[in-house]
C-alpha cells in the first residue's frame, strides 16, 4: 500500500472507519436500487478495502469494527484506571515504609522510581503499538515524580514553592510529546498555569493557595495555553489542539465565573460592584467568541465549553437580578424561555456554518 | 530522533531537579547564620500523618500574646495597605488577602509569662464562676512556649534586633489582616495582623533520631510521672533559607 509513510495511528482508524462507513452506505444504496455494482467490480473493491484493512490493522493495530472499537474504550479506561491504582500503590507502599527507611535510602528511592516507570514505558513502547501499557507507565512516571519532588520538599523541610510546578508541567509535556499522550498533556498544561499564576502571587509575597481567592493571576496563562494549542506541534497531533484549548479555556472561564461574582478577590482598584459588571461583561464576551469562532472552526469543545459557561452566566446574572423580586415560576419560566431562545439561535449558527461548508 | 531527545529531556528534568533540590538543602544547611535552639514536646508535638504512615512528624506549636494582633506600622512593609485613621466597616481595603512574612517566636520569655499568666486568671475565673468544674494543673504546663512576637519582611533585619538564636526563632509565616472594630456608631474599624501559620509547619525526623523520640514518647506514656513533664527535648536549626532540621533528640 502505497501513501501510508506519514500517516499516523489517529488517520489510520479514521481511514478504517469512512471504509466501514462507505461499505455500510454502498450496501444501503444497492439494495434501494439506486447503484448497481457488477460481481466483479464488487469483488475488486472488496479484496481492495479487505488488504487496505489488514494493512492498517497490522501496522497501526487500529480497530476494524466496533466491537474491536469498544474494546478499545474499555482499555483506555482500564488503562487510565491502572495508572492511578498504581500510583497509589507507590505511593501509598512508600509512605508505608518510610519511617524504617534512612534519609539517603528515602532519596535514592524517590528518585529511582520515576526514573524506572520512564524505562518501563519505553521497554513497552518498543512492542507495542496501542500504547495502552505506554500510558499506564508514562502515569505512573509521572505520578512517581511528583512523589519524588513532595518527598524531596518533606524531608528537607522546605517552604512551599511555585518551582515544583514548573517541574512537574515540564516532565509531563516531555512524555506528552513523545508519545502522544493527551491526559499528561493536559496535566502538564494545568501545571504550567498553576506555575505562572502561583509565581505571579509570590512575587507580590501571597501564599501559593490564595491562587483560588486571587484567580486573575491565571488569567494570562490561561491564554497562552489556549494560543498555545494552535502551535504546528499540536496541529499535526491527533487531539492535541483540543485539549490544550480545554485545559487553557477551563481555567479562564472559571476564573472569570469567580471574579464576575465576587469583585473583592480582584486586585483592580475600583468599586467592588464596578468589577464585577466588568468581568460580566467579559465573560460574555469570551463564552460569545468562544461559540461564534468554535462554530466557524468547528471546534466542537470550545462550542461545548463556550456554551455552558455562557448558560451558567445567564443563570448567574437572572438570580442577581430577579430571585429576589418574581415569584419562583415566573423566574424559571424567564430562564426557560431563554434556554430556548439559545437552542433557536444554536440552531441557526449550526445551519449557516453547515451552508457555509 | 525527537523522540529519543524528549525521553532524554524527562530523565534530565528528574535528576536536575533532585541535585537542584539536594544542592539547595545543602547550602540551606551549610554556614547557617543561626545557631541552635532547644524546644520541648510542648513545641513540637508528634503527629499522624496518615493511618497507615510511618513517618515520624512534628509540629511547631506556637501562640499568640494576646488579641491584640500586630498594628499597621508592622504589617504594612508586608504589602498589606492598611487605612492611617479607622475607617467605615464596610471598605473593601479590609478584605486583604493574606501575605507571606516573617516572625520572631519567642521561646520561654516575658511574652510567654503574660500568656501564662493570662491563661491562669482565665482558669481561676472559669472556677469562680463554676465551682464544680475543678481547673487542670497540666493543661498550663502543656502550654507552648513559644510566642510569636514580631513580624517583618526582612528575616536578616529580624535576627539583627533578635540575635540570640537560642531564645528567638525566626521563620517564614503566613500572616492575615483583621479587621478590628473601634467604633459602634458609626461603625469605625482599624486593620490588625495576625499570624494564620508558620512554613514549615511540621518538621521530618529521620533516622536515627525519630526512633529515639518514639521511644521517649512510649516511655513517658507507660510511666508517667506524677506532674507533666515534656518527654523529650529536640535541638533544631534554621538554615540560610529558613528551612529547619532537627540536630538531636533528648529523652527527659
Known amino acids: 500500500m502505497s501513501g501510508l509513510a506519514d500517516t499516523t495511528r489517529e488517520e489510520a482508524q479514521a481511514r478504517v472507519n469512512r471504509i466501514n462507513a462507505f461499505r455500510a452506505e454502498l450496501d444501503e444504496l444497492e439494495r434501494r436500487g439506486a447503484i448497481s455494482l457488477t460481481d466483479e467490480q464488487r469483488a475488486q473493491l472488496h479484496d481492495y478495502h479487505r488488504n487496505l484493512i489488514a494493512t492498517l490493522s497490522e501496522r497501526f493495530e487500529v480497530d476494524r469494527s466496533r466491537a474491536e472499537s469498544q474494546l478499545s474504550l474499555g482499555l483506555r479506561i482500564v488503562s487510565l484506571l491502572g495508572a492511578a491504582a498504581c500510583t497509589a500503590a507507590a505511593v501509598l507502599f512508600f509512605e508505608r515504609f518510610w519511617g524504617v527507611l534512612s534519609t539517603p535510602v528515602q532519596i535514592a528511592v524517590v528518585w529511582i522510581a520515576p526514573l524506572a516507570a520512564l524505562a518501563g514505558a519505553v521497554a513497552t513502547a518498543r512492542v507495542e503499538r496501542t500504547l495502552y501499557f505506554t500510558a499506564l507507565l508514562s502515569i505512573l512516571a509521572f505520578g512517581c515524580f511528583v512523589m519524588n519532588v513532595y518527598v524531596l520538599g518533606t524531608v528537607l523541610n522546605a517552604v512551599p514553592s511555585p518551582r515544583a510546578f514548573l517541574v512537574w508541567s515540564a516532565f509531563a509535556f516531555a512524555l506528552a510529546y513523545t508519545w502522544d499522550l493527551r491526559l499528561l498533556l493536559a496535566a502538564g498544561a494545568i501545571c504550567a498555569i498553576t506555575f505562572f499564576s502561583t509565581s505571579i502571587l509570590s512575587w507580590y509575597r501571597l501564599p501559593l493557595d490564595v491562587l483560588f481567592s486571587r484567580p486573575e493571576s491565571v488569567l494570562l496563562p490561561a491564554v497562552l495555553i489556549a494560543v498555545f494549542a494552535q502551535a504546528e506541534i499540536n496541529r499535526t497531533r491527533y487531539g492535541f489542539s483540543q485539549t490544550l484549548r480545554l485545559a487553557g479555556l477551563t481555567p479562564l472561564c472559571l476564573a472569570l465565573l469567580i471574579l464576575s461574582e465576587s469583585g473583592t478577590q480582584s486586585q483592580i482598584p475600583l468599586a467592588t460592584r464596578t468589577v464585577e459588571h466588568l468581568y460580566q461583561l467579559a465573560g460574555f464576551t469570551l463564552a460569545a467568541s468562544m461559540l461564534i469562532v468554535g462554530i466557524r472552526r468547528r471546534w466542537t469543545e470550545t462550542v461545548n465549553l463556550g456554551a455552558a459557561f455562557f448558560g451558567v452566566l445567564l443563570l448567574l446574572r437572572y438570580v442577581d437580578w430577579w430571585w429576589d423580586v418574581m415569584p419562583k415560576y415566573v423566574f424559571f419560566l424567564i430562564v426557560g424561555i431563554t434556554a430556548i431562545g439559545l437552542m433557536v439561535l444554536l440552531q441557526r449558527l449550526r445551519r449557516s456554518a453547515g451552508a457555509a461548508s | ?252
Open chain 2, 1 to 252: 530522533m525527537m523522540r529519543r531527545w524528549l525521553l532524554l529531556a524527562a530523565a534530565l528534568i528528574v535528576c536536575v531537579t533532585n541535585v537542584v533540590a539536594l544542592g539547595t538543602g545543602y547550602l540551606n544547611r551549610r554556614n547557617a547564620p543561626a545557631g541552635a535552639i532547644t524546644l520541648t514536646e510542648r513545641e513540637l508535638r508528634i503527629t499522624a500523618s496518615g493511618s497507615e504512615s510511618t513517618a515520624t512528624i512534628l509540629r511547631l506549636e506556637w501562640t499568640s500574646p494576646d488579641n491584640e494582633g500586630f498594628p499597621c506600622d508592622k504589617i504594612r512593609p508586608l504589602g498589606f495597605t492598611c487605612p492611617d485613621r479607622p475607617v467605615s466597616a464596610e471598605r473593601r481595603v479590609l478584605e486583604q488577602p493574606q501575605r507571606n512574612g516573617y516572625i520572631v517566636l519567642e521561646y520561654d520569655g516575658p511574652a510567654y509569662q503574660r500568656v501564662r499568666k493570662r491563661a491562669e486568671a482565665l482558669a481561676a475565673q472559669q472556677s469562680a464562676e463554676n465551682p464544680a468544674v475543678k481547673p487542670d494543673p497540666s493543661s498550663l504546663d502543656r502550654l507552648t512556649r513559644l510566642v510569636a512576637i514580631d513580624v517583618g519582611a526582612d528575616a536578616d533585619t529580624l535576627r539583627r534586633t533578635y540575635p540570640d538564636a537560642s531564645r528567638y526563632l525566626i521563620t517564614t509565616a503566613r500572616i492575615g489582616a483583621v479587621a478590628k472594630g473601634v467604633s459602634v456608631s458609626p461603625p469605625l474599624v482599624t486593620l490588625s495582623g495576625f499570624v494564620i501559620s508558620v512554613m514549615p509547619s511540621t518538621i521530618n525526623v529521620p533516622l536515627p533520631l525519630s526512633t529515639r523520640l518514639r521511644d521517649a514518647s512510649a516511655l513517658h506514656y507507660r510511666n508517667p510521672p506524677r506532674s507533666w513533664t515534656p518527654s523529650y527535648t529536640v535541638t533544631l536549626r534554621y538554615g540560610r533559607f529558613l528551612e529547619p532540621w532537627i540536630v538531636d533528640v533528648r529523652p527527659n
